[in-house]
C-alpha cells in the first residue's frame, strides 16, 4: 500500500505542476493577482506531494518490501540500515525522485521566502520551474517509475552497487543534485526575465543568492566525489576526467562566471544579455549531466542507467529546454540594453575576462567529453579522450585567469590603470618569483607547468592577502583602526575574500599531487620493504576477515622515515556477499605534506605474497581543504543582509523591453 500511496502522490504532483506551470502565467501576461497568486499554493502543495512520494520510497527501502522492482535491484536485507537509506537515490528511478524533490524545494522556498519579490516575476519563475519539474514527472511516471512491483515477490534483493556503499556515495549526490538543480532557480528567473521583458540591479540581487547557494552544494558535492574516488577506488588519484566527472565540472565552470557576471550588473547595469545567456548556459549543462549519466551513451563508474530508451526522453526534453530557452534568447536577448560603459582595463573588464575564459575551459570540456560519441555515432570509430587533453588544453588557460584574480581587486569600476595596480602587488610579486625558484631547486623543471601551478597559487594566495591589507589600511592606519575596519567588513567582501584564499588553496594542492606524486606497484612478501617518496613501506602480511555484507582481505603496512615509524596503514580488497563484486579500501594517512597511500591487490604465488600500490600524493589534501573554505566562504556571503531574497526594491531605471507587461 505504501507504493501505491507513492506513486499517487506522483500523479497529483504532475497535475499540480501542470496547474502551477500554466495558470499563474497566464496571469501574470493578463495581470490577474488572483491567477499570480496560485503560484505560492501550487508550488507548496507540489513539494509536499513530492515529499510524501520520497518517503513512501524511503520506507519501502528501509522495510525491505521486496515487492517493489526498485528495491529488489538495489537492496538487501544484510545491507546497513544507512545504505538501505541512501540506496533510496543509489539508482536511476530515486535519483529521478531526488532530483524532483530537490527542485520542488527550491520552488516551495521562493514561493515562502519571495515575499518581496514583484508578483509578476514571483509568478513567471514559479510556472518556469513547474515546467520543468513536468518534463521529469512524465520521464519517471512514463519510463522510470520507482514504485513498479514484480508478482511473486522474492525472498531477497540483489543489493546495492558495493561501490556506492560508501557514507561519502551516502552524501554526494545529495549535495551534487542541491547543486545542479539549485541552478534551475537561476534558470527560471533568465527565463522570467526575457518574458518580462526587465533586467536590473535588482533582478541580479534576486538571482544571486540562488545561484550562490547552488554554486556552493555544487562545489562540496565534487569535492565529495573526488575525495570518494580517491580512497575507494584505489588507482591514487583524485581527478581522472571522467565523462561524469566533467558533467559536474562544467556546470561548476559555468555557474562561477555567472555568479561573477551578475555582480557586474548589479553594480554597474551592464552584461545583461550575457548573464541571462550564462543562467540558461549553466542549467543546460546541469541537463546535459543527467542526460550522460542515464541515457546509456557513456559508461562510468558514476552512471546510473544504461537504457537507451530513456536516453531519448531525455534528450527530447534536453533539446525542448535548452532549445526553447535559447530560441527565446535570440528574440528577447538582444534588445537588453545595458546602461554601463567601461573601459578594457577596468574591474568590469577583469570580471568578463575572467568570464570569457571560464566560458572557454567549458567548452574545451564539453568539446573533450563528447567528441567521442560525436565520433562513434555515425560509425567513426571508438576513441578516447583523456587527462593528456583536458591538462595540456586548461592548464595554459586558467593561468592568465588566476593573474588577473588576484590584479582584478585593484581595478577601479568603468575604467583604471593597470600599473598602479601592479605596484601594488609587488610584495606579491617577489613573493611568488621566490617560490618558482624554491620549487625549481627542489624539483627541478619537471613538469614545468607545476612549477607555475605552484608559483600561480602562491600570487594568487599574497594578492587575496595584499587586497584585504589595503581595504583595511594596514600599517597606513593605527592597528586599532585596523581592527576596527576588518570587523565592518560586509560578509559577502568576507567571502569572496576567504572563498578566493580557498581557491589559492586548492591550486597549491592540485600542483603538488598533479605533477610530483610518486607511484610504486610490485609484488611484495611479509617483511618486504620499498622506498616511495623517502618513506619506507614494509609490508607485514595480509589477514581474511568478515564485514556485515562482505569477506575482505586486509594488508597491513608499517611506515616509516629515517628510521622512526610514521604511521600503520590497513588497505582492504573486499568481495560483497550477494553481487561477488570486489572494491578496494586504500590505507591513508594524511600530513599537510603529503598522503601515504597503500592498497593491495590480488594475491600473487605462494607465501603471501601480494601486488601491492603504494603513493606519495604531495599536498593531495589542500585540494579538499581549498574546497571546503570555498564553500564556507560561500555560506559566509549568503548571511550577508543584501543577499538575502526579496531584500532589494525594483529601480525606477529598470529597462524594459517594448510591449513588456509591468510587474
Not at 138 to 166: A, E, H, K, W, Y
Not at 175 to 199: H, K, P, Q
Not at 215 to 226: K, M, N, P, R, Y
Request: glycine share 10%; charged share 15%.
Amino acid at each position: 500500500m505504501t507504493a501505491e500511496i507513492g506513486h499517487f502522490a506522483l500523479v497529483l504532483a504532475l497535475f499540480v505542476a501542470v496547474a502551477q506551470a500554466s495558470l499563474p502565467l497566464i496571469g501574470a501576461h493578463r495581470g490577474d493577482p488572483g491567477w499570480m497568486a496560485l503560484a505560492k499554493p501550487t508550488a507548496i502543495l507540489q513539494f509536499a506531494l513530492v515529499a510524501v512520494a520520497f518517503a513512501c520510497l524511503t520506507h519501502v527501502f528501509v522495510t525491505s518490501d521486496f515487492s517493489v522492482v526498485n528495491v529488489v535491484s538495489n537492496s538487501h536485507t544484510d545491507k546497513p540500515l544507512l545504505y538501505k537509506i541512501s540506496g533510496v537515490w543509489g539508482n536511476h528511478e530515486g535519483s529521478l525522485l531526488l532530483w524532483v524533490l530537490i527542485l520542488a524545494i527550491f520552488g516551495a522556498a521562493v514561493a515562502v521566502f519571495g515575499a518581496n519579490l514583484p508578483p509578476a516575476l514571483k509568478a513567471r519563475v514559479l510556472s518556469i520551474q513547474a515546467m520543468i519539474a513536468v518534463g521529469f514527472y512524465l520521464f519517471m511516471l512514463l519510463t522510470s517509475n520507482p514504485f513498479d512491483r514484480i508478482f511473486p515477490p522474492p525472498l531477497n534483493g540483489r543489493g546495492l552497487n558495493p561501490l556506492l556503499q560508501d557514507p561519502g556515495l551516502a552524501i554526494h549526490p545529495p549535495m551534487l543534485y542541491l547543486g545542479y538543480v539549485g541552478f534551475s532557480m537561476a534558470f527560471s528567473f533568465a527565463i522570467a526575465a526575457l518574458i518580462e521583458g526587465r533586467v536590473d540591479a535588482a533582478w541580479a540581487r534576486w538571482v544571486r543568492p540562488w545561484t550562490l547557494a547552488a554554486w556552493c552544494f555544487l562545489t562540496g558535492g565534487i569535492a565529495l566525489g573526488s575525495w570518494w574516488a580517491y580512497y575507494e577506488l584505489g588507482w591514487g588519484g583524485w581527478w581522472f576526467w571522467d565523462p561524469v566527472e566533467n558533467a559536474s565540472f562544467m556546470p561548476w565552470l559555468a555557474g562561477t562566471a555567472l555568479l561573477h557576471s551578475s555582480t557586474v550588473v548589479e553594480k554597474r547595469d551592464t552584461l545583461k544579455g550575457w548573464t541571462i545567456l550564462l543562467a540558461i548556459i549553466t542549467f543546460s549543462l546541469s541537463l546535459l549531466g543527467t542526460f550522460l549519466v542515464r541515457s546509456g551513451v557513456l559508461t562510468s563508474v558514476h552512471a546510473f542507467a544504461t537504457d537507451p530508451t530513456r536516453g531519448v526522453f531525455i534528450l527530447a526534453l534536453l533539446v525542448i529546454v535548452i532549445g526553447g530557452s535559447l530560441a527565446l534568447f535570440a528574440w528577447r536577448g538582444p534588445k537588453l540594453v545595458s546602461t554601463g560603459l567601461f573601459q578594457p582595463v577596468s574591474r568590469e573588464g577583469g570580471l568578463l575576462f575572467n568570464n570569457l575564459v571560464m566560458a572557454t575551459a567549458c567548452a574545451a570540456v564539453l568539446l573533450g567529453t563528447l567528441y567521442p560519441l560525436l565520433l562513434d555515432a555515425p560509425g567513426g570509430g571508438k576513441v578516447s579522450v583523456g587527462p593528456p587533453f583536458f591538462n595540456t588544453v586548461l592548464i595554459p588557460l586558467m593561468i592568465p585567469m588566476i593573474a588577473a584574480m588576484a590584479v582584478g581587486p585593484f581595478l577601479s569600476w568603468k575604467r583604471s590603470d593597470l600599473m598602479p595596480a601592479l605596484r601594488r602587488l609587488r610584495i606579491a610579486l617577489v613573493l611568488t618569483i621566490v617560490a618558482a625558484i624554491v620549487t625549481y631547486a627542489v624539483h627541478g623543471d619537471e613538469p614545468v607547468l607545476g612549477v607555475v601551478a605552484l608559483a600561480m597559487a602562491v600570487w594568487l594566495g599574497t594578492g587575496v592577502l595584499t587586497e584585504l591589507a589595503e581595504r583595511i589600511r594596514l600599517f597606513r592606519s593605527p592597528l586599532s583602526e585596523s581592527f576596527r575596519r576588518l570587523g565592518r567588513l560586509p560578509r559577502a567582501s568576507w567571502g569572496m575574500t576567504i572563498g578566493h584564499l580557498g581557491l589559492a588553496i586548492t591550486i597549491a594542492g592540485m600542483a603538488g599531487a598533479g605533477a610530483w606524486k610518486v607511484e610504486s606497484i610490485q609484488v611484495m612478501k611479509p617483511g618486504d620493504k620499498v622506498t616511495v617518496g623517502g618513506y619506507e613501506y614494509r609490508f607485514t602480511g595480509a589477514k581474511a576477515g568478515k564485514g556485515p555484507n562482505y569477506k575482505f582481505v586486509g594488508g597491513q603496512f608499517t611506515v616509516s622515515r629515517h628510521g622512526r615509524e610514521i604511521t600503520k596503514l590497513t588497505s582492504e580488497k573486499r568481495v560483497y556477499n550477494v553481487s561477488q563484486q570486489p572494491t578496494t579500501e586504500a590505507g591513508i594517512h594524511t600530513t599537510w605534506r603529503g598522503d601515504l597511500y597503500a592498497v593491495i591487490g590480488d594475491a600473487e604465488g605462494s607465501g603471501g605474497a601480494f601486488v601491492t600500490r603504494l603513493y606519495f600524493n604531495p599536498l593531495v589534501v589542500w585540494i579538499w581543504a581549498g574546497t571546503l573554505i570555498m564553500v564556507f566562504a560561500g555560506a559566509l556571503s549568503l548571511t550577508d543582509r543584501r543577499h538575502r531574497v526579496g531584500a532589494p526594491h525594483r529601480k525606477s531605471s529598470a529597462v524594459s523591453l517594448p510591449g513588456a507587461q509591468e510587474a
